[in-house]
Nanobody, 113 residues
Framework: QVQLVESGGGLVQPGGSLRLSCTVSGMIFGIYIAWYRQAPGKQRELVAR???????KYLDSVKGRFTISRDNVPGAVYLQMDSLKPEDTAVYYC????????WGQGTQVTVSS
């Protein structure tokens, strides 16, 4: 059973930055990994995805502001978030892509002045 632990969230002002981290209880070599987010009252959405050869894909609204990266051993995935906006406020989760693992607890990101 894969376990996911997200961290790095917090309260930040608009225009600020955060770096999220996710540790995976196993190697992630050969697995596509993604960051998702869920804002209050909204469905969970895929924010960024990284393939095994580190090809990336982003939600249009975060392109140019967010950067996803990964370490295969030990398993970890990161999300550098710059130029944050209030609409980025959400709980952020990592998971494989397409999602098959159980969800972790997520990490809350709040962008507010």
């Amino acid at each position: 059973q894969v376990q996911l632990v997200e961290s790095g969230g917090g309260l930040v002002q608009p225009g600020g930055s955060l770096r999220l981290s996710c540790t995976v209880s196993g190697m992630i070599f050969g697995i596509y990994i993604a960051w998702y987010r869920q804002a209050p009252g909204k469905q969970r959405e895929l924010v960024a995805r990284i393939t095994t050869d580190r090809s990336t894909k982003y939600l249009d609204s975060v392109k140019g502001r967010f950067t996803i990266s990964r370490d295969n051993v030990p398993g970890a995935v990161y999300l550098q978030m710059d130029s944050l906006k209030p609409e980025d406020t959400a709980v952020y989760y990592c998971n494989d892509c397409p999602n098959t693992w159980s969800w972790g607890q997520g990490t809350q990101v709040t962008v507010s002045s």
